[in-house]
């Protein structure tokens, strides 16, 4: 079984600082998902990926296969970027039998 | 679309007491899958079902049954509630993009409270 495990737990920036946000796995995937939970609660996916980079406005995610390990950065971030970040991994070949991270808690000051 | 959709948002039980949380999406997904999430850990898949007709268990189906009537609607029954099972539970579906790759498409939540 999979264990994902997400650094830091909690993160406080100021606005326009650049963001990491750390995952690492310890068995091989396929695909790794970085979410998103609003202050709210509710849950949107960010990224699916399997290898290098992918960018949707300022947000990127970069995978390393090899090392088992994921980012995700936030460029310039904002006070809307306020929220726990979660990364989650295949627990086994079946698709969304997803093993998740315990979360990120970001909050960004104005 | 409406998406994903979860009834009831809130609900309250006593120990021993049965209901049944309720969700459907209107994307035509062929996989659903009910989560529970708890303070201080992460999300936890309960039970799935990857097409309409089968169900399989997650990482913490104690305590829980599903039935996927359909292909929009994928139920999860406590029969004798706990307070172990106080927690908020997610309801998702995925979007299959290619051969490879999918979205999961979450529920708002149901917080459900067990004394």
């Known amino acids: 079984k999979n264990e994902v495990e997400q650094s830091p737990q909690n993160l406080t920036a100021q606005e326009g600082e650049f963001i990491t946000i750390n995952c690492s796995y310890s068995v091989g995937i396929s695909a790794l998902h970085w979410l998103q939970q609003h202050p709210g609660g509710g849950i949107v996916s960010l990224f699916m990926l399997s290898s290098g980079k992918k960018k949707h406005g300022r947000l990127i995610a970069t995978i390393n296969i090899q090392e088992k390990h994921s980012s995700l950065h936030i460029t310039a971030s904002h006070p809307r970027d306020s929220a726990v970040y979660i990364c989650?991994?295949?627990?086994?070949?079946?698709?969304?039998?997803?093993?998740f991270g315990k979360g990120t808690k970001l909050s960004v000051k104005p | 679309n409406a998406g994903v959709t979860q009834t009831p948002k809130f609900q309250v039980l006593k120990t021993g007491q049965s209901m049944t949380l309720q969700c459907a999406q209107d994307m035509n997904h062929n996989s659903m899958y009910w989560y529970r999430q708890d303070p201080g850990m992460g999300l936890r898949l309960i039970y799935y079902?990857?097409?309409?007709?089968?169900?399989d268990k997650g990482e913490v189906p104690n305590g829980y049954n599903v039935s996927r009537l359909n292909k929009r609607e994928f139920s999860l029954r406590l029969e004798s509630a706990a307070p172990s099972q106080t927690s908020v539970y997610f309801c998702?579906?995925?979007?299959?993009?290619?051969?490879?790759?999918?979205?999961?498409?979450f529920g708002p939540g149901t917080r459900l409270t067990v004394t």
């Open positions: 998702a579906s995925i979007l299959n993009l290619d051969s490879l790759s999918y979205e999961q498409y």
């Open positions: 079902s990857a097409s309409e007709g089968t169900t």
């Open positions: 989650a991994a295949p627990s086994d070949g079946s698709q969304g039998n997803l093993i």
